[in-house]
């Protein structure tokens, strides 16, 4: 009996497989603006400075590799809450030390599961991971309209009503900033009108935040979840360390559950305990070892708050030479919004056979929804972006 013959055929990621795709590809001006990393002048992705210093100390308490506690050690969480939610008392949090957002959001599921909620609405579009994520829960998963691709704008009375309409027994997921893939988030009008009805209608709300610091700032970057806990009793964050640290294939993120009353945070903890251990058993500890060293040093947190300031800047100013550069070649789409979006990326309304074409005859690489990483733009490879946009839709080439 051959086992894995049975398998049913099933489509790469639409990032990861097209980075491997990109990979393979000979062409040696090859750009990648698929996957959502920051990368520097030099197209590389960047170290952060604080992240080598906290490295060295950790290097010198040489410190042994032991397991940690199921749900991450108390140092990291207890840093990792002031950041996320600085006016609140820590003693309204359950925080799980999870491996990336992607495995917060994955216990999420399970742990809304455990609750009775049956299904999650996410926007449409979103990360292309949500869906697969909670299917694999056992949630049952639906989109509300969310971006408007001809005006690039927020499709904000479709978002309302969306919620209003939502049945019984459901989550809603929304993204905290820097909408992935649009660049779109809601004013804080519009976070106060939303949360107004999660509220009315009793929706459990999630919050997917993954790029705390490339929108406006650190602080201001985590508003929603601040306006959310003035209204709701209860919400879950699931939270990434990979793009402002750095730290992506270190692999650090958290659960992080907030409960007014704190009433039910332990029963929580517990069940979020068992749902870990029978899953990926404990977290990685050396990138929350990092993360907490530069959180709990004033001096390394100020470098590492400095870095972050000056990549979120730096992003804008590529925002700003794009759409100028984009102008400059007379293509008869509008890229205005590219210098209204947040965060990594926009969504580019390029035609599907324009995108194929970058990819194959340009070696420009976006996604097929036109999701363009912005951050791996760069001084040295911005022209040929922009000619080779140029080229398959003035010349269709
Ligand atoms: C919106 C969103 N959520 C979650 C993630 C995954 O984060 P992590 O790498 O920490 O699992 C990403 C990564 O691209 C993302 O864009």
Known sequence: MNYFQSFQEVKPDPILGLAAKYKKDPNPNKINLTIGVYKS?????????SVHEAEKLIWDEKLNKGYPPIDGTAEFKEELIKLVAPEQDAKH????HTVGATSALRLSGELMKQMGIENIFFSDLTWPNHPHVFKNAGLKTFTFPYYNAS???LEIEAIYKALNDIPEKSAVLFQMSCHNPTGMDPNKEQWTQIIQIIKDKNIFPIIDCAY????QGLQEDVLAFKLLMEQVDQAIVCYSC??????????????????KSKKSLENLGQNARVTIR???????IHGARIVKTILQSQELSQVWSEEL?????????????????????????DFKHIIKDQGLFSLLALPKDAILKLREEFGVYILDNGRINIAGLCQKNMEA????????????V
Do not use: C, W
């Not at 949090?93 to 799980?96: L, N, P, S, V």
């Not at 029978?278 to 990685?284: C, E, F, I, L, Q």
């Open 41 to 49: 002048e030099e197209a590389q992705i960047a170290l952060f400075r």
């Open 93 to 96: 949090f359950y925080i799980a």
């Open 151 to 153: 005006s690039h704008e």
């Open 212 to 215: 705390q610091g490339f929108g």
């Open 242 to 259: 990979a793009k402002n640290f750095g730290l992506y294939g270190e692999r650090v993120g958290a659960l992080i559950a907030f409960d």
């Open 278 to 284: 029978g899953n990926y058993s404990t977290p990685p």
């Open 309 to 333: 300031t000056k990549m979120r800047l730096r992003v804008k100013e590529l925002r700003q030479d794009f759409l100028k550069s984009l102008e400059q070649k007379n293509i008869p789409i």
């Open 385 to 396: 972006v922009t000619s080779s946009i140029q080229k398959v839709i003035n010349h269709n």
